[in-house]
DNA sequence: GTCTATACTGAGATAGAC
DNA sequence: GTCTATCTCAGTATAGAC
């Protein structure tokens, strides 16, 4: 469990530039050099970059729903549980700064090349999703539960969106406080 | 004035097929192709595609400007002018569901690449948050208005991001409805 | 001002030696 | 399992004919 193969570095290096160039951007002399093997080798691990895409795509889901998990089990209330959510904005504020949010941006890509894998990549979006939405159902918020989610998923993107542009960390604190107020007042209006 | 040069040609090719497939991924050939005109010959026009970028950045700088100043003699009240652009998303919302927003999505790439004309292409961003910024002053939020601009920006954002993923022109709709009751309350509680 | 021919580059992919 | 060598192909770019 402990010893990664070649493979899991491959995927592991692909990850990153994915998220930090672009798929289409990232070459597979990118990968190469990250991982410090040679171009040709890793046709032996992957037949395509396509093949690749799908690999890193597939660790992601892994890893967020090995994510919601904790935060099911870590959060008592499902009010701690959506500001889990909602904190990995401020968690992570310098890398999507830098790079916006690895979901959205993975998504946006993949939609505008029409690529095979985007039903894929956006089941990373449904994951989260469908997590918030049962969060909100426990809250009860049984009939809104879905539209809160998506509202929530909506204003997260555009903060990573705009801080990415502006180059601006300050402005998701901003905005994470008003999620904070957001999420307040949708425990007070329950039914 | 109406007679459009074989340079138009190619730079309103050149912005539908950014907005529709992306900057890195639309090649000369694609461009060429849509404007009918043979491979080598745009090398006459321009001399890279960064040239290209250039030239559509700074058309749909001044299609955004006129459309600023359109909205502000259209708009009596600021309120108006202000639920002018909300309703940008119904309006395109055909586009934005197939495409993302095009301000959003040119800079998300652009910022990936790293490319020298991001900070330009970030300009639509701001002149939307400054116009924005002075509908809201004229409302009488003047503590805070270049946060209700930008909070707006990022909904809105959000709103096409999500869209795009989820191919839903209905979730459009239902965000709309909640920008425009957030919007009323900006003005109730003018100071 | 427009087109053809052509060269250069780098990415994606394969075969076969070690 | 890893390497080098090599191929194809598309995108980029230039020169020069018409």
Redesign the interface.
Known sequence: MKDKTTRDHIVEAADQLFY???Y??TSFSDIAHSVQISRGNFYYHFKSKDEILDAVIHVRLANTQKMLERWEIEGEQPVDRIRSFIHILIANRAKIKR??CPV??L???L???DHGSKDEA?EL?TLFRVWLRRQFKLLGRKADAD?LA??L???????A??A???HDEK?IK??VK?LDDWLNSCVENTV
């Open positions: 930090q160039q672009g289409e951007h790079y916006g959205g941006t998504s946006t890509e939609a505008k090349l956006n979006f539209k998506m509202h998923l909506a204003r997260s993107q555009g903060v969106t705009l990415n542009a502006f402005f901003q905005e008003q």
